[in-house]
């Protein structure tokens, strides 16, 4: 889960700048997670969702607008000196600009992580557990090798599964219902042998 050395204290930003050329990191409740860089499937998929979502919610083409959806954020919580999903989503209205000079300090309405397999049990146990506490009203996992989205809001302090579509399907994913989604876009470019390796 965690492929950082155990520090025997809380980690810091130096921390951070101290990890391998490629690798990336976050910190949450003074452990320090870290990680090689995704490859091309998630970065494609990542690519495909902040398109879909960015001019609807966004900018309001074709959709209700009052949103901010960023790619990789820099978010600074109390318990997460060093916080950077996949992709975030916070409402305007909670959120009227975005900070020039520093990180977002705001937990967001929104967040989204794509899985992969070196990063699944960090994903879907510690940072699940950490939304939850920290209030983030939805949370989407994406899968590309699986194919599948999974929808789930925080109702009194647990996760709702909402739905789990995969493949071709098309849907409307809270908090993102006003648009239909065609998921099969998501998953255009990925080679049939790319199922089978780490993204």
């Keep these: 889960m965690s492929h950082a050395p155990k520090l025997?204290?809380?980690?810091?930003?130096?921390?951070?700048?101290?990890?391998?050329?490629?690798?990336r990191g976050e910190i949450i409740d003074g452990v320090l997670y870290s990680f090689t860089r995704p490859r091309p499937p998630h970065a494609n998929t990542e690519g495909m969702v902040t398109d879909d979502l960015k001019g609807p919610f966004q900018r309001g083409h074709g959709g209700p607008g009052?949103?901010?959806?960023?790619?990789?954020?820099?978010i600074e919580l109390p318990r997460a000196p060093e916080l950077s999903p996949d992709l975030a989503g916070w409402r305007k209205e909670r959120l009227p600009l975005l900070p020039r000079d520093k990180p977002i300090t705001l937990v967001p309405?929104?967040?989204?992580?794509?899985?992969?397999?070196?990063?699944?049990?960090?994903?879907?146990?510690v940072k699940r557990r950490f939304?939850?506490?920290?209030?983030?009203?939805?949370?989407?996992?994406?899968?590309?090798?699986?194919?599948?989205?999974?929808?789930?809001?925080?109702?009194?302090?647990?996760?709702?599964?909402?739905?789990?579509?995969?493949?071709?399907?098309?849907?409307?994913?809270?908090?993102?219902?006003?648009?239909?989604?065609?998921?099969?876009?998501?998953?255009?470019g990925i080679e049939e042998e790319e199922k089978s390796k780490d993204v």
């Design 8 to 23: 025997g204290r809380p980690a810091t930003r130096a921390d951070l700048d101290n990890l391998p050329p490629g690798w």
């Design 66 to 74: 009052g949103w901010w959806i960023l790619s990789e954020p820099g």
């Design 109 to 125: 309405d929104w967040l989204c992580e794509i899985l992969s397999p070196s990063t699944r049990s960090y994903d879907q146990i």
């Design 131 to 188: 939304y939850a506490e920290i209030g983030v009203n939805h949370i989407w996992y994406i899968d590309p090798l699986q194919r599948l989205l999974e929808v789930s809001r925080l109702i009194e302090g647990k996760w709702l599964q909402l739905g789990l579509y995969g493949a071709d399907e098309k849907v409307r994913a809270e908090p993102f219902e006003a648009i239909e989604l065609n998921l099969a876009e998501w998953w255009e």
